[in-house]
């Protein structure tokens, strides 16, 4: 089994930054695609951005140049750095991971990922 820890989620005015950490454990991949959504109440949960084994990215349309996903293989890490923020971006975010042997492997699906982090909270005030 997999376990996933997101963190830094807050309170943040509009135009402010913040960065999601999430770690993961437990069972590990030899490669492996990480994956962060996220997800307003009601609504069906949403695909931000992606990272390979390979470090190919993919990223939401409307992510693109506010948002930047990097990570630390040996930490087992990945991060979003989020600028810019709106306060449409308030939602829940979550981290995935996708174990895939394609090093350029960039999901956009939540079916496509198999492990999930509890999610952590970001609201941007207006």
């Known amino acids: 089994q997999v376990q996933l820890v997101e963190s830094g989620g807050g309170l943040v005015q509009a135009g402010g930054s913040l960065r999601l950490s999430c770690v993961a454990s437990g069972r590990t991949f030899s490669t492996y695609t990480m994956g962060w959504f996220r997800q307003v109440p009601g609504k069906e949960r949403e695909f931000v951005v992606a990272i390979s084994w390979s470090g190919s990215t993919y990223y939401s349309d409307s992510k693109k140049g506010r948002f930047t996903v990097s990570r630390d293989i040996a930490k087992n890490t990945v991060y979003l750095q989020m600028s810019s923020l709106k306060p449409e971006d308030t939602a829940v975010y979550y981290c995935?991971?996708?174990?895939?042997?394609?090093?350029?492997?960039?999901?956009?699906?939540?079916?496509?990922?198999?492990?999930w982090g509890q999610g952590t909270q970001v609201t941007v005030s207006s």
């Open positions: 995935a991971v996708c174990p895939s042997d394609n090093y350029y492997y960039t999901p956009r699906s939540t079916t496509a990922y198999d492990y």
